[in-house]
T-cell receptor
């Protein structure tokens, strides 16, 4: 059984369109994340939710809007897509082992290409 | 202050050799240092991690060396195998208000192990 799943795996779309990426985790974790990985493989956190509450909101254009309907799901909606949004988007969830020590479990990624 | 600097950007090692990847940080508030391994087309996965009160941690062929005074840590892969070919990310965990953690990733090192 997949621990963290994302759909779709690939997304090719035109500039200006609106698209959504969905993420689900079946690990029972309270915290979920969205990361962006650019073409140089740099991995940067975008958002984090804990029990449906936004706890991290990095400097991300407000065209990106995360939504967490419950603690097992974290979706990412992107309005007015731009060429620079092309990247791989990873969802992750985490379990805190003890003080400050957590393991993040990543999904397989969604490869977004904006034409 | 929140950066983690990782080197080298890429590394080629012969099978059976030792792979060494280095990371450095400035923020002494970081309290946990994991390494993640990412294979092409997959999400990153936790490989090994260390707390700052420990100078070394070994798991199989993978060892983290941690130098708190120098604010540096490194990953050593002994007897490197072609199956180790992947991108490796060091990371540092920062606790913020509310008791939540945020991972700051290094830029990644692409390791290729040649047979």
């Amino acid at each position: 059984d997949t621990a963290v799943s994302q759909t779709p795996k690939y997304l090719v779309t035109q500039m200006g369109n609106d698209k959504s990426i969905k993420c689900e985790q079946n690990l029972g974790h309270d915290t979920m994340y969205w990361y962006k990985q650019d073409s140089k493989k740099f991995l940067k956190i975008m958002f984090s939710y804990n029990n449906k509450e936004l706890i991290i909101n990095e400097t991300v254009p407000n065209r990106f809007s995360p939504k967490s309907p419950d603690k097992a799901h974290l979706n990412l909606h992107i309005n007015s897509l731009e060429l620079g949004d092309s990247a791989v988007y990873f969802c992750a969830s985490s379990q805190v082992l003890s003080y400050g020590q957590e393991t993040q479990y990543f999904g397989p990624g969604t490869r977004l290409l904006v034409l | 202050q929140q950066q983690v600097k990782q080197s080298p950007q890429s590394l080629i090692v012969q099978k059976g050799g030792i792979s060494i990847i280095n990371c450095a940080y400035e923020n002494t508030a970081f309290d946990y240092f994991p390494w993640y391994q990412q294979f092409p087309g997959k999400g990153p996965a936790l490989l090994i991690a260390i707390r700052p009160d420990v100078s070394e941690k070994k798991e199989g062929r993978f060892t983290i060396s941690f130098n708190k005074s120098a604010k540096q840590f490194s990953l050593h892969i002994m007897d490197s195998q072609p199956g180790d070919s992947a991108t490796y990310f060091c990371a540092a965990s920062l606790m913020f208000s509310g008791g939540y953690n945020k991972l700051i990733f290094g830029a990644g090192t692409r390791l290729a192990v040649h047979p």
